[in-house]
């Protein structure tokens, strides 16, 4: 069975120092690399938050809060500090991450008009990222998923995943919640494990 590992958004703005770090972001990353070093991936897959300035889930572009949201495009949208604008430093993979076994990067969040915290499609599931395409036509059927945020873009790529028939598993060493909400990791694990994920370690 063939197997890939994504990694999810590891970005200077998600962690320490960042523009929306995630509390103990930098810790995953040699989890991370360890799994590199340690396994036999037949893919491993880079998901980048690539956010167009103007972009409509950026406080700072609706005259809002953050933490506040709205209805964009008929979903809720909660308000992002500026992040991961396309070209700057923080949307650059921080620089202890390992890449140098990275077979392919999907960029998401790329349509000014919808944010897309998954992997494989934009949060109203109009567009997918090509990621789906990708693992199918290299056969692979397992996933492995670790990186940030766990209760964001972490959890809809491990949901996305399963809904696209893989055998998912996510690292829970790998990942970190943002945790808006205390209880939104924790949640967002039950979640997952209710759709079928499988939590490792």
């Known amino acids: 069975m063939k197997k890939a590992l994504i990694i999810v958004d590891v970005q200077n703005d998600f962690c320490e120092g960042g523009a929306l770090a995630v509390p103990e972001a930098n810790e995953v990353i ?13 893919q491993i897959v880079l998901t980048q938050d690539w956010h167009p300035a103007n972009h409509k889930s950026f406080a700072s572009n609706n005259g809002k809060n953050v933490g506040e949201s709205i209805i964009l495009n008929g979903v809720p949208q909660f308000m992002w500090p500026d992040h991961c604008i396309q070209g700057t430093f ?14 392919h990067i999907i960029q998401k969040g790329k349509n000014t008009e919808i944010d897309s915290y998954s992997g ?7 567009m997918k ?36 028939g893989y055998i998912t598993c996510l690292h829970f060493n790998g990942t970190r919640a943002v945790n808006v909400k205390p209880d939104n990791g924790r949640d967002a694990i039950y979640e997952m494990i209710q759709k079928g994920v499988t939590v490792l370690g």
Request: proline share 1%.
């Open 30 to 42: 040699p989890y991370i690399n360890a799994l590199m070093e340690e396994n036999e991936y037949d």
């Open 120 to 126: 494989f499609q934009d949060n109203n599931h109009f």
């Open 129 to 164: 990222t090509g990621l789906d395409d990708f693992l199918k036509y290299h056969d692979i059927q397992l996933l492995e998923i670790v990186g940030l945020a766990m209760d964001y873009c972490v959890k809809f790529t491990c949901l996305d995943a399963v809904a696209n």
């Open 90 to 103: 923080g949307a650059e993979f921080h620089k202890d991450l390992n890449r140098d076994k990275v077979t």
